[in-house]
């Protein structure tokens, strides 16, 4: 069965760090390629905004917000991407989702979504 599954979220001070992970568990790796991988997030009470994607070729898009904090990353031979998010802030406490579509603008209306990561950031 066909599955994102993401981990690595958790609690942290404000100005760490954490490395967010999606698995494409139950892929090929020859499919899983195929797609455009975006994460999102949702925070208590607000609407779910993107983050970052990467486009099959590699090609990353971030969110102005996010720009020079997160990065994302891939690795095809773990069928995995990542979200490196640097300089934490409360304001980032949110649910982080990983979903894939065949393109990168297509999230919202054709996305496969995972169950999500929550990341808590305190002051």
């Known amino acids: 069965q066909e599955q994102l599954v993401e981990s690595g979220g958790g609690s942290v001070q404000a100005g760490e760090s954490l490395r967010l992970s999606c698995v494409a568990n139950g892929y090929t790796s020859t499919k899983f390629q195929t797609f455009c991988v975006g994460w999102f997030r949702q925070a208590p009470g607000a609407e779910r905004e993107r983050v970052a994607s990467m486009g099959r070729d590699g090609t990353t898009q971030y969110a102005d917000a996010f720009k020079g904090r997160f990065t994302i990353s891939r690795d095809n031979s773990k069928n995995t991407r990542y979200l490196q998010m640097n300089s934490l802030k409360p304001d980032d406490t949110a649910m982080f989702y990983c979903?894939?579509?065949?393109?990168?603008?297509?999230?919202?209306?054709?996305?496969?979504w995972g169950q999500g990561t929550q990341v808590t950031v305190s002051s």
């Open positions: 979903v894939t579509a065949l393109r990168c603008d297509w999230f919202t209306a054709y996305g496969y």
